[in-house]
């Protein structure tokens, strides 16, 4: 990845400006003309500034932005947006050249509506090209990454906790073998994982804090000592043994594998270029490795050597993601595409799904297997129903940079972190359901 980030205070902010100035001129009408204010009382914030599915009904703005108030209509100020928004390429022209030859998918899937907004809560990003920062643990528990604080959101009750606070010193209270009993301080932290009740933070310096959710304090804190090892992501899944495992991948070009029981790592492969990211196969026989090179790689899990490789992609990928049923896997990429394999048959990819501007940065394949998720970088979100082989998609629409997005584990609900100098907000989208046997009580 870019080895460049941008300091957490929005205001001085110093790395690619076309991927954060998303509501500049809105922001600044709204700001300076009146417009709604945000009242920081806890009592009265979800009141004045939280948009309910039926205000959306209703015809308010899902992000509550008073547009019948500003000298731009919504259409407008989206069409403007899709004119100027200018993706961020390591590979010069890549995103002109997939526009040319590739189409979208055809919208009108309705899986997902709209149920919730809420700017209580206020989502963060670290470093442009990394947006795995939103968790959902079950359909109303949502962790997400706001400065330095890792943020617990109920959304029953409306109530946000903070839950580990990085900006002071955080050092573990249980002594493991190789732990850092010094910890860290000021770590400003770049990727994000929860499952279950534990939690993994990757910090920018190669720094990981581990912390199980029912106890109090970190459990481990460790590090890479590379100059240029920032975390770029971490998956935590069920080993074959039934304990909880995680896997980190660095800019270091390393991909670690921990125990969650002791704390211990049991392995470390190297590659030749930074790792964005990887993911595990359902049956924990391979990982999909991406990074900085245009090719992904299949790895054998137990020796880290490379079983094949998946070509096509037009610059580096930062998300990977796999279908549960074990066969297929996708791959997000700066070239604005996710691309779906079939492990059965490399050779080219079973789908390529464009998004409307930017890199694919999180990719998201719900527990059943019916939808994909895929983010760009910021204003859209696409659910594609692998049941019809991704050639219908569901567009999610709105104006924010991306911060994560999170499928609750039964796939009832649907998250996604928007930051933004004003309108930062959780938006919360729930699974449509057909009742026709209630409908003829109705």
């Known amino acids: 990845m870019d080895y460049r980030m941008h300091n957490n205070e929005v205001e001085e902010v110093d790395y690619v400006v076309d991927e954060i100035d998303v509501l500049d001129f809105v922001m600044d009408d709204v700001e300076g003309g009146g417009g709604d204010q945000v009242v920081y009382d806890h009592d009265m914030v979800s009141k004045v500034t939280d948009t309910s599915c039926a205000q959306a009904r209703r015809g308010r703005d899902i992000q509550g932005i008073p547009w019948d108030r500003l000298n731009i209509t919504r259409e407008s100020y989206r069409q403007t947006r899709l004119e100027q928004y200018r993706n961020y390429e390591n590979i010069p022209l890549s995103g002109d050249a997939v526009d040319k030859k590739c189409k979208q998918k055809q919208k009108g899937g309705n899986y997902y509506e709209f149920f919730h907004n809420t700017r209580l809560v206020k989502p963060t990003i670290l470093h442009f090209q990394l947006r795995n920062l939103v968790w959902a643990t079950s359909k109303h528990d949502v962790y997400l990454m706001s400065n330095y604080s890792i943020m617990h959101w109920l959304s029953l009750s409306h109530n946000m906790t903070e839950i580990l606070n990085f900006s002071g010193h955080v050092a ?31 910090g920018f310096q190669g720094e990981l804090a581990c912390k199980r959710l029912d106890k109090h304090g970190v459990s481990f804190c460790t590090r890479t000592h590379d100059d240029n090892a920032i975390t770029n992501a971490v998956e935590i899944y069920d080993s074959l043994s039934g304990g909880k495992h995680f896997m980190a991948s660095n800019n270091d070009g390393g991909v670690r594998e921990y ?169 919360q989208y729930n699974k449509r359901h057909k009742y026709g046997y209630l409908d003829s009580f109705m």
């Not at 573990?172 to 534990?198: C, M, N, R, W, Y």
Request: aromatic share 12%; net charge negative; hydrophobic share 40%.
């Open 172 to 202: 573990p209270t249980e002594k493991h073998a190789g732990s850092l009993l010094e910890g860290f301080t000021h770590t400003q932290i770049s990727t994000l994982a929860v499952k279950d009740d534990f939690l993994v933070a990757g």
């Open 259 to 427: 125990d969650m029981e002791i704390f211990q790592l049991i392995n470390h492969f190297h590659f030749p270029w930074p790792v964005n990211h990887s993911s595990l196969s359902p049956d924990r026989k391979f990982i999909t490795v991406v990074g900085d090179h245009l090719n992904g790689l299949i790895v054998d899990s137990s020796n880290g050597k490379t079983i094949a490789s998946v070509e096509g992609h037009l610059d580096y990928s930062f998300a990977s993601a796999w279908h549960p049923g074990g066969q297929l896997f996708a791959t997000g990429n700066q070239d604005k595409t996710c691309r779906v394999w079939d492990l059965r048959n490399l050779s080219s990819p079973v789908s390529v799904l464009k998004g409307n501007m930017g890199a694919v940065r999180s990719l998201r394949f719900s527990s059943n297997g019916q939808f994909l998720v895929v983010a760009e970088p910021a204003d859209f979100v696409h659910v594609y129903d692998a049941n019809l082989n991704y050639e219908k998609r569901q567009e999610i629409d709105f104006f924010g940079e991306i911060s994560g997005v999170s499928l609750s584990p039964d796939d009832e609900s649907l998250y996604i972190g928007v930051w933004d100098r004003t309108y930062a907000s959780l938006l």
